[in-house]
């Protein structure tokens, strides 16, 4: 930032020009090269720069009139100058939200497919983020509510024949009980304690379904899961009557529903990222990040802790649940195998790596995890090797996740970014 | 009627009597302190006071225009929700990654989310909380004011001085708008000059109608703003009265200058006598 006075539209051109250069940056690599296979069965780049400079000028008008209309309405414009990684937020969000809203667009079957992985993993990983980020609780067990999530929908629409958007909301619903009924004896324990009880209960929960057969069918799983509809079109592959491609004209794809599955789950984790940011600003999220700060103080001032805890549990199952149903509802199959300890451990690492309570990092971590885990899948069983060494590389380099610190849920003037070494990280 | 009465309170730990048959009062409108010697049990009254030990036996009770209160057994949200018993600690205990307004926020959590269900309703702006987190905002900021933190309000409460800490811990114990303010050691720590302003902090306190109960060593704090104090020795009580009335007290000067064990029993001899 600089003291001297720009007039108005020097400074959102110039501001338009840095966006342009970070969006070239990034959709360089990202989409303007395309990988095909030839006749030949071998492997070729496809340069496809035409889009990437499509995107790039959306982004530089996009940030111009942005820029320019903050500054007619008299709001400060924030420098778009990197100067600090953690500062960055306001200007990687964005982006990784234009991106991922595009992904249909510019990516093929097979990273839409990606994506939809990513997505779920960010949706679990903002899920977990209120228990562990935000409420300071460790739960090793939350795949209990994922696999909660995706039976109760695979059951109720095969017992009870209901659709995808009616189980939705009830597979949240029974996370969330199992939320609370978790919660309940775990209530008195912490750290260590909560931890081994959290991994526990996962374990318990994968065990029953295991072996209750009559219900679940046991390790045979549960097949001919129905597909989600668009407002009652179906996505057959072969068209027809009542389809989403009759209805509109289009020549049938698997691409559609693969490109829908793709914005139900975008959908679902915006939904996630937004109660879970509202919830921070609301009583209830700061009562749970000073529950992570300080539980004897939260008590002295009146604070019920069993309720608080209580309510991050359900909400953070709650979500579980709905991505869990998600899951369910794109395989079309489900076994007690999807739902083994390595889930939790997966959307805890990518909690911790991200930064506990950061949802720009959770999302960042997802991408580089599960992404990066589809990019290296060539290596094999270097594969395991390579995400190890990568995790300690990042834990040592910054040892509270890629973003770390937090920002204050009000302020009186400017809010200034809260450094991690102040924060606490909880005691379970 | 005194709002707090305190009678016959013992806490035993195992063996150890830390508080041996207690009885005091505090009353409205005063500043009581409890004094002693380390170890004399003074932070384990505070404890059963606040709900955080569970007595051994004896009655803790508060009354005052909310309702009559049995404090011993009650679950501590519950005495600063319903029985307006607030409470500061020994070691400070702010949250620290979070801001000085935050702080003060989080302190009104009963008043600004009246229950879960409210709460829930707010994510999708229902349920009044606008009204609710606006008159929080005042309060915090009337707050910020009386203990000049105003301008530090969006600083991490962490990386405040000392004093200031101090100061913004009973700024977050009176947002929850108790009747009675248990301070644990307020000046400990505090230069002179800090000292006096805490002083002038507490009769501002006292004067808006919260009475305050007050562990300290620092006798000049305690001397200057007592109305009422109650030395404690080794769990029981040693003498209670005015601030002149204890600082002549032959059981105070032994307890704190260490006479010797034979004179300090003639003297109980001739009381009891």
């Known amino acids: 930032m600089t003291a001297r006075v720009r007039s108005p539209l020097v400074t959102a051109l110039r501001d338009a020009g840095i966006s342009g250069l970070v969006a070239l940056g990034l959709f360089a690599a990202m989409v303007g090269l395309q990988t095909n296979v030839t006749n030949t069965g071998k492997m070729e780049l496809v340069p496809n720069f035409g889009v990437v400079g499509l995107l790039v000028a959306v982004t530089m008008v996009f940030r111009f009139a942005l820029v320019l209309w903050r500054q007619t309405r008299g709001i400060p414009v924030i420098s778009l100058k990197p100067s600090r990684f953690a500062g960055s937020g306001r200007l990687v969000a964005p982006l990784l939200l234009l991106a991922a809203l595009t992904l249909p667009i510019y990516g093929g079957r097979y990273w839409i497919d990606v994506g939809i992985l990513v997505m779920t993993y960010v ?38 024949d209901l659709g995808f958007w009616t189980c939705l909301p009830l597979a949240g619903l029974l996370a969330a009980f199992w939320g609370v009924l978790l919660g309940f004896p775990v209530l008195r324990l912490r750290g260590d304690y909560l931890a081994i009880v959290t991994l526990a209960f996962g374990e318990i929960i994968r065990v029953v379904i295991l072996n209750w057969t009559e219900l679940t069918g046991g390790p045979n799983g549960i097949s001919g899961i129905p597909r989600p509809t668009f407002f009652g079109l179906t996505f057959n592959v072969g068209g027809g009557p009542g389809s989403f491609a009759d209805f509109f004209g289009l020549e049938p794809s698997i691409t559609h529903r693969v490109a829908f599955l793709y914005y139900v789950i975008f959908g679902l984790a915006l939904l996630t990222n937004w109660v879970s940011m509202r ?28 309720v608080t805890k209580l309510t991050a549990f359900a909400i953070g199952a709650a979500f579980g649940g709905f991505a869990g149903a998600f899951f369910a509802t794109r395989q079309a199959f489900i076994s007690p195998e999807s739902f083994t300890f390595i889930e939790s451990a997966i959307v805890l690492a990518i909690v911790v790596l991200g930064g506990l309570g950061s949802q720009l990092g959770v999302a960042l971590a997802a991408v580089v995890m599960i992404g990066g885990g589809e990019l290296v899948r060539e290596f094999n069983e270097y594969r395991m090797l390579i995400f190890g060494v990568a995790l300690v590389v990042v834990m040592v380099t910054r040892p509270r996740g890629l973003v770390s610190g937090r920002t204050p849920s009000v302020s009186l003037g400017q809010s200034k970014l809260i450094s991690a070494d102040m924060t606490s990280q909880g005691h379970g | 009627m005194p709002l707090l009465c305190v009678s016959e309170l013992t806490m035993r730990f195992g063996g150890l009597t830390a508080v041996d048959a207690l009885s005091f009062d505090a009353r409205a409108g005063d500043i009581t302190a409890v004094i002693g010697p380390n170890g004399a049990g003074k932070t384990t009254v505070f404890n059963c006071i606040t709900g955080f030990y569970r007595a051994t036996s004896g009655k803790i009770a508060l009354s005052h225009d909310g309702g009559d209160f049995e404090l011993s057994g009650m679950p501590g949200h519950i005495i600063t929700r319903r029985a307006k018993v607030a409470r500061t600690f020994q070691n400070i205990r702010l949250f620290s990654g979070m ?102 902090l507490l009769i501002r306190i006292r004067a808006e109608g919260t009475a305050i109960l007050l562990i300290e060593h620092d006798m000049g704090v305690v001397m200057r703003i007592s109305d009422h104090v109650v030395v404690l020795d080794h769990g029981r009580k040693i003498s209670d009265g005015t601030a002149e009335y204890i600082r002549n007290d032959p059981h105070v000067i032994a307890a704190y200058l260490g006479e010797g064990d034979e004179g300090l029993d003639d003297d109980a001899a001739e009381v009891a006598a």
């Open chain 1, 123 to 160: 949706m679990l990983g903002w899920g977990l983020n209120i228990v562990v980020g935000l409420a300071g609780l460790l739960d090793l067990g939350y795949v209990a509510f994922y696999a909660v999530g995706a039976y109760s929908y695979a059951l109720l629409a095969q017992n009870f």
């Open chain 1, 279 to 306: 919830l921070r600003r609301l009583p209830l999220g700061r009562a749970w990040e000073a529950l992570r700060e300080d539980e004897i103080a939260c008590r002295a001032l009146g604070i019920n802790v069993t």
């Open chain 2, 99 to 200: 801001t000085v307004l935050e702080n003060l926020l989080v302190a009104q959590h009963n008043f600004a989310m009246p229950n879960v269900a409210r709460g829930l309703l707010s994510v999708f702006g229902l349920g009044g909380y606008r009204g609710l987190e606006a008159q929080a905002l005042e309060r915090a900021k009337l707050w910020l004011d009386a203990v000049q933190l105003t301008a530090r309000a969006d600083e991490p409460a962490g990386s405040l001085p000392y004093g200031a800490q101090r100061r913004l811990e009973i700024a977050r114990a009176m947002c929850t708008r108790p009747v009675l303010l248990c301070l644990d050691e307020p000046a400990a720590g505090l230069n002179p000059r800090e000292s006096d302003e805490l002083s002038a």
